[in-house]
């Protein structure tokens, strides 16, 4: 009999026990979330603080542009009118809409001449205009200020480069291979992206496509000829 | 005796195995794979107030626009000279995507198709990151003229690149579903890319989930930081 009442008083021991470990986990302040949608916070979290970084010095940016704008506009001895002409310059410059020249690379990408596989499609040793457009997009990335393909600069807001058939679009001008796309910017950085090992034009060559860069001081690109008027914006 | 305890103890083995086989599989499939975590409750507290900070610097980036402004248009009203280049110098800006814009033009939402976790197949639009770019060339050859991907504005020097298993777009990384709004022929843009065997008919039968709208008023926002050369310098 004892023994018994022993046991019992142990299992309702027990009991207060889970009870209290049951309470403790539905009061604390836990989610139910899969991995995915934690992944998926975590990627919206590290989004957020670059834009907060990017937004922190944009602010400093204009702070100094506020101060310059009051200083040329008070200060007697700054010519208001030419400083604006600076600005609108400088504003051109960053558009696209001047000549630039400075250091960078020059690209030479081609058709591949290496012989086709049995029933392989052509296609594969041809450079296509998404080839080109991947190429730009690896020069970006490595931080190119100025690109041009075959002279013909490339613009982010106006230019296409579109595929017509046998030959390739630039800004409503048609070329032919070779195409030849310059870039200024850090040589190691712009040499590097057409380099390295998972690069796009890396495994362009992997198709037999010729693609070689070479390093220049002196690159002269022009500037974007196309029309930069506004229609629809506001 | 003692061979029974040799007994007990492998069923006991047995009885664990099962236990953690047991909770293994629990832990995959009960409220379809969804743990109890504080790590989660962690990042969305850090959400929160990253955010908060964040409209805070959107606020002080409008007040000190709005003070640019007043500077440049009291000064534009003393003499006409300096009128006409301010308008030039702010249609500049415009263009090199410096503020923000508004006109007519469509918004093309892209999302990943429904996961099923049992199943893992992973179709993530970051991976076909090129598909972006084309859309962005279609459009630019639609005549887009301000285009913008989850509230990143394209500029000059806009990458779209696969880091990770996101895609950055001027720098910030953003995930899917991805928001790009061009301005321009709402009809010409939204028919260019719907052209059949076009870009949006490519995704879609990739699996991917696109969704093109006409908008009467779209709102393109300017790129939120600095664009400064380095290498490049212009010649006379």
Known sequence: MLTNWKVIWLLIFLLGVSIGLQIQTISTEVKYTSIKDMYAFSIELESQQSEVEQLKIKIEDIKNQVATYQLAKTDERIDYAQFLADEIELTKEISGITPVQGPGVVIVITDGTRELGEDENPNNVLVHDIDIRALVDDLRNAGAEAISINNERVIFNKSNIQCTGPTIKVNDQVFAPPYIIQAIGDRKFLESAINSPDSYSESLRQWGLFVEVNTSVNIKIPKYEGFVEYLYTN | MKRDYVWIGLACIILGIFMAF??????????????????????????????????????????LETQLEEIKSSASGESAIVKNLTDELDRYKAFSGMTRVSGTGVLVTIDNPPQDVNLGSEKNIAYDYRLILDLINELNSAGAEAISINEQRMINST????????????????????????????????????????????????????????????????????????????VE
């Open chain 2, 22 to 63: 047991q909770m293994k599989f629990i832990q995959g499939t009960y409220l379809d794979g969804d743990t109890p975590t504080q790590k989660t409750v962690e990042i969305l507290n850090e959400l929160a107030s990253v955010e908060a900070e964040k409209e805070l610097l959107l606020e002080e980036v409008t007040r």
């Open chain 2, 159 to 234: 990458e779209v690149r696969l880091a990770g298993n996101q895609v950055n777009v001027n720098t910030i990384p953003i995930a899917p579903p991805f928001v790009i709004k061009a301005i321009g022929s709402a009809k010409t843009l939204d028919g260019a890319i719907n052209q059949r065997f076009g870009i949006v008919q490519n995704l879609r039968e990739l699996g991917y989930y696109v969704e093109v709208n006409q908008v009467e008023i779209i709102e393109v926002p300017a790129f939120n930081g600095t664009v400064k050369f380095n290498y490049a310098t212009t």
